[in-house]
């Protein structure tokens, strides 16, 4: 099980959900509100897409301008957090204390609620 489908097995996303995640598009088990989240976010992460102006008019009828903000924040900071762990990660031994700092961030991040923040913006 890769990691994205532990996190929405966690999540409670059911796995027909998870298995039509690539064909979000044209699925009837997501909402356009998801689908309009989803859009936005491969936009943001994609160096072939660009984020539309017919994007954005989506993501701004599904969501206030605080959500879009979050949003955006969270795609963000997830796509960072992937590519540092994909530069350090690997070099670190599980004993290091490199290491257990990163575990240690990821307790504060989960204390601060990014997970909650998310679960908020698109629930199931």
């Not at 969270?74 to 762990?85: E, H, L, N, R, W």
């Amino acid at each position: 099980m890769d990691i994205r489908r532990a996190v929405g097995a966690k999540a409670g996303i059911p796995n027909e959900k998870m298995d039509d995640l690539l064909r979000y598009q044209e699925s009837d088990r997501f909402t356009a509100r998801e689908q309009a989240a989803l859009e936005y976010a491969e936009r943001i992460t994609r160096d072939d897409l660009e984020v539309t102006d017919a994007c954005m008019a989506r993501v701004r009828e599904h969501f206030s301008e605080a959500e879009a903000v979050e949003l955006t924040f969270i795609v963000g900071f997830q796509t960072f957090a992937s590519k540092f762990a994909k530069a350090l990660l690997p070099k670190w031994t599980p004993e290091s204390e490199a290491a257990a700092e990163v575990r240690r961030a990821e307790a504060r991040r989960r204390r601060t609620g990014w997970a909650r923040m998310l679960d908020r913006l698109l629930p199931t």
